[in-house]
């Protein structure tokens, strides 16, 4: 037990237990767990609101369920009363963060960086409470830096720790180019820490080198070191890759429940514990309950996957649009029909065209490539009769029902 423990309550404690059972759920790495026990307790004991950094790169304005991992837990802590620091990286954003990429990012301009972080604050409404977010940028202290600051905070780290990322190393061991200007965006992530005096710092398991670099700042500047919460990388619907929208793999959050469940039913199983543990707010007895009961073979994963698909339609879009996507799922997806509201594409194109060129011009595919490969798939049917033929020529009358996928319906109304 640490010294502040022994300076509190035995009901004190109690809230410090009940507050790190909490944080410590579902995490990847606490970097260290004890300064986070010494953190919370002493704000029990004083009183005194930790203050929660987030830092986001603007760099896709489409929130997804990758996000929300690291939303979730912010929200716990909102919900215990500490402040949350969402930082938008204007300013780094131009830079773009080298994490992860074997090229250097493209920057962005001040146009894209502001319409990303209006998106980004519309969806987070849907997890935290914005009302009482404190929304920092920091453009506000980085443009103000003169050269002579820049030199100085460049000489508080080496060039050996700098190299010790792992996307720069392997940059550096395949001869691509590292840009001088990448070395900066984890100190300048690491001098938002200081402004912003941070308790805790969140981020992905990705963002390990950037998220340290506030750790290490405030130590050279005297200040009280921040602890860094590391949480899982969420990987995407082809159960491999982390979930990213460039990769096709995600679950926006902003998307129709229908296309929710749908996507939430390809889930591989062998990932199913993991959407549980990090998307819902299911308590640790019923993620343990579940868990047991898939391993017993008491629950059928389908049904699993069912109630998990449900849960998130009904956290982004409420109980009713959650079962009325769940009807449709069933009859569509269980029982061959076709959905009672389809998407409507005005057509005033020919009466009479070949299928691959109306899937394209219909943007159901990119491309005539796309369509043939869909159609060899068994992926394309019209008006419920499956498509096997890549050369056929389709009668476009008005009313049409044409299916890609599982989940892609439209309707065409001749104009």
């Not at 080298?98 to 849907?126: C, H, I, M």
Request: hydrophobic share 40%; proline share 4%; charged share 30%.
């Amino acid at each position: 037990m640490n010294e502040v423990m022994k300076q509190l309550t035995e009901e004190q404690r109690i809230e410090v237990k009940r507050q790190m059972d909490m944080y410590t759920l579902g995490v990847h790495d606490i970097i260290p767990v004890e300064e986070l026990e010494e953190k919370v307790a002493k704000s029990v004991r004083d009183q005194r609101p930790l203050k929660i950094k987030l830092g986001l790169d603007p760099s896709a304005p489409d929130v997804h369920l990758g996000h929300t991992v690291v939303l979730k837990k912010m929200k716990q802590f909102q919900d215990n009363g500490h402040t949350i620091q969402l930082l938008i990286g204007d300013f780094t954003g131009k830079i773009g963060d080298p994490t992860g990429k074997s090229v250097a990012r493209k920057p962005l301009t001040d146009e894209e960086v502001q319409y990303n972080a209006k998106t980004y604050f519309e969806q987070f409404g849907k997890i935290v409470d914005m009302d009482k977010v404190e929304l920092h940028y920091n453009s506000k202290w980085l443009s103000k830096l003169h050269f002579e600051d820049v030199i100085q905070l460049a000489g508080k780290i080496t060039v050996a720790r700098l190299m010790e990322r792992d996307d720069f190393e392997e940059r550096m061991a395949f001869s691509k180019p590292i840009s001088l200007h990448e070395f900066f965006y984890p100190l300048m992530q690491g001098y938002d820490s200081i402004v912003l005096d941070c308790d805790i710092e969140l981020g992905g398991t990705d963002q390990h080198f950037n998220v340290l670099m506030g750790r290490h700042f405030q130590e050279k500047l005297g200040k009280e070191k921040q602890v860094a919460i590391l949480m899982p990388l969420l990987e995407g619907l082809d159960g491999v890759e982390k979930m990213s929208k460039s990769k096709r793999n995600y679950i926006g959050i902003d998307e129709s429940p229908q296309e929710t469940y749908g996507k939430a039913m390809s889930i591989p199983d062998e990932r199913m514990e993991k959407y549980f543990e990090l998307v819902t707010d299911f308590s640790p007895e019923q993620l343990n309950a579940i868990k047991e009961d898939l391993q017993s073979g008491q629950c059928h994963p389908r049904d699993a996957k069912m109630q998990l698909a449900k849960t998130i339609v009904t956290m982004y879009h409420g109980v009713a649009a959650a079962e009325k996507a769940e009807h449709q799922f069933i009859s569509v997806f269980q029982q061959g029909a076709i959905p009672d509201e389809l998407p409507v594409i005005e057509w005033n194109g020919a009466s009479d065209i070949l299928v691959i060129e109306l899937l394209v011009q219909l943007g159901l595919l990119g491309s005539k490539g796309e369509a043939r490969r869909m159609i060899a798939n068994k992926g394309v049917k019209v008006n419920g009769e499956r498509v096997e033929d890549v050369d056929l020529r389709i009668s476009v009358i008005d009313g049409l029902v044409i299916q890609v996928g599982k989940r892609k319906f439209v309707k065409i109304a001749l104009k």
